[in-house]
């Protein structure tokens, strides 16, 4: 097989991958998939909202089932992750930037020690974030280890709205978080 059939595979590949954590194989394509790993589904197109739930790194539990009725941003992130370190303050000045419009922000430690994780952490963020070393949130989102970091934005209903496979800006993240933070909830 030649480099640029194998490649094209893989990219297929790769993107039905990703859409798998956005919404159902039937619902495919009604998600857009841009060529700089994002990927988006329709108000309408959206699966159920995922469970998503765990032991706090600073201690306690949460689940992301209490931020029904707000915009929640998720980000899976590592300690050893060097794009991880260069999207931090981006994700905080998001943060910062959205939370009083409703979005809250959450964030996913994986494969990490905890005193790494908390390490990181200080001075960097803050929003909480919960500790996952085994991946195994992660994993249930198809979010495998060897993605992070990755992104992922939650309507008002809990729903997957955005899925982003790579480091993120500022200014490519807020205007996402705010568009989908104008949405009216299907709940409503």
Request: glycine share 6%; aromatic share 6%; hydrophobic share 40%.
């Amino acid at each position: 097989m030649n480099a640029r059939r194998w490649t094209a595979g893989l990219l297929a590949a790769v993107a039905a991958v990703a859409l798998v954590g956005c919404t159902s194989k039937a619902q495919e394509k009604a998600c857009t998939t841009s060529t700089d790993g994002i990927f988006e589904c329709a108000p309408d197109q959206r699966s159920a909202p995922p469970k998503l739930a765990g032991e706090l790194l600073a201690g306690g539990t949460y689940d992301v089932s209490q931020a029904r009725g707000q915009v929640a941003v998720v980000n899976f992130w590592g300690s050893w992750c060097p794009p991880c370190r260069a999207e931090a303050d981006d994700l905080e000045a998001t943060y910062q930037a959205t939370k009083g419009s409703g979005v809250s922000f959450l964030g996913i430690n994986v494969q990490d020690s905890r005193d790494k994780a908390k390490a990181f952490e200080e001075g960097r963020v803050t929003y909480p974030s919960l500790f996952d070393p085994s991946s195994r949130l992660a994993l249930d989102l198809d979010i495998p280890p060897n993605t992070v970091p990755a992104t992922v934005v939650l309507d008002r209903d809990g729903r997957i709205a955005v899925v982003i496979r790579r480091a993120v800006t500022q200014d490519e993240l807020r205007p996402i978080v705010e568009r989908i933070a104008a949405e009216k909830p299907a709940s409503s």
